[in-house]
């Protein structure tokens, strides 16, 4: 007999666990939680979230439900109660769930990181911030606190130094995937295991402005490039988005911004510690260019400062 689970989710993170659930006999999925539709672009285009989108382009003959909170939403607790399932799997879903939904049936989180370490909403950006050798995926048993319930199983990743947010974010989904099958079919035997409250620590939800960076530290610089190259990327103040980024030696000291070399390809410009080599740029309402034509374009030249 299958068991019931209703899903809650929202990004491409979460549709990947979601496919391998409904791929699966051994679960039936009852009914989908996601955010509201949003608009996007400057045309304001009303945009139905990813794992929706997949639902519609697949087909998927499935309830969904959109409300805009959880909390004091009497209506949504009373659908989840009549749809009566065995369990709840919640993946980057972007909303707290309340008390009342938490003791319909186990809620299983699948958070991006090796808990407690970056509890809250930008774990694999904080865990590529801080040039961690490893990141992972956990899942624990929800309850009232952020990411504080009792762990079920834990897998990890490997990260490489070229690994960009979006290699990341891939990596973890198929391994969120693979862990939440675990978790539901092993989920009798499971002993959870508390948090080490000792070692928690948090992530804030990332803003736009987050982006700006200065030409410091090319470690650094680097960094977020990986953590950001996604959204919101990284700009200068000037609003120049530095759009490929390479970290190209991390030692030498430099004025902040000198071009030390124009390649046909990239330039090499300088940080107070460390030098990137950039190849793409784009500045604000234009396309994006090759740096080379943009340094042309501007008449900047070889010591010249790149503002």
């Given at each position: 007999m299958s068991k019931k689970i209703v899903f809650m989710g929202t990004p491409d993170y979460a549709t990947i666990i979601f496919d391998k659930l409904i791929k699966n006999d051994s679960y039936e999925i009852l009914a989908l939680f996601t955010q509201p539709d949003k608009k996007v672009g400057r045309k304001q285009i009303l945009t139905p979230p990813h794992i929706k989108k997949y639902c519609i382009d697949n087909s998927i003959d499935l309830p969904i439900y959109q409300p805009i909170s959880l909390k004091n939403n009497i209506e949504m607790v009373d659908v989840l109660k009549n749809l009566n399932p065995d369990f709840i799997i919640v993946a980057a879903y972007g909303q707290i769930l309340p008390k009342e939904i938490l003791n319909i049936a186990p809620c299983i989180n699948l958070h991006a990181s090796i808990l407690p370490k970056y509890r809250g909403a930008s774990p694999i950006q904080e865990s590529i911030l801080n040039d961690d050798k490893y990141t992972g995926v956990t899942s624990m048993l929800m309850e009232e606190g952020l990411d504080s319930g009792d762990i079920l199983g834990i897998q990890y990743l490997k990260l490489t130094e070229t690994m960009l947010v979006d290699e990341v974010f891939n990596k973890l989904s198929k391994i969120a995937a693979n862990l939440t099958i675990t978790t539901l079919d092993n989920y009798e035997k499971?002993?959870?295991?508390?948090?080490?409250?000792?070692?928690?620590?948090f992530c804030k939800k990332i803003k736009k402005d987050d982006g700006l960076i200065s030409f410091n530290d090319s470690r650094e610089l680097y960094l977020k490039y990986k953590a950001y190259c996604f959204w919101p990327g990284i700009f200068l103040q000037s609003g120049l988005k530095l759009k490929e980024v390479e970290l190209n030696e991390t030692t030498s000291v430099n004025k902040e911004g000198k071009i030390l070399n124009i390649n046909e390809n990239f330039a090499i410009i300088?940080?107070?510690?460390?030098?990137?080599?950039?190849?793409?740029?784009?500045?604000?309402?234009?396309?994006?260019?090759?740096?080379?034509?943009?340094?042309?374009?501007?008449?900047l030249a070889v010591n010249d400062t790149l503002i």
């Open positions: 499971i002993q959870a295991k508390k948090q080490n409250n000792s070692e928690v620590s300088a940080c107070a510690k460390g030098s990137i080599k950039v190849s793409t740029v784009q500045a604000p309402s234009k396309k994006a260019v090759n740096i080379t034509d943009y340094l042309r374009g501007k008449r």
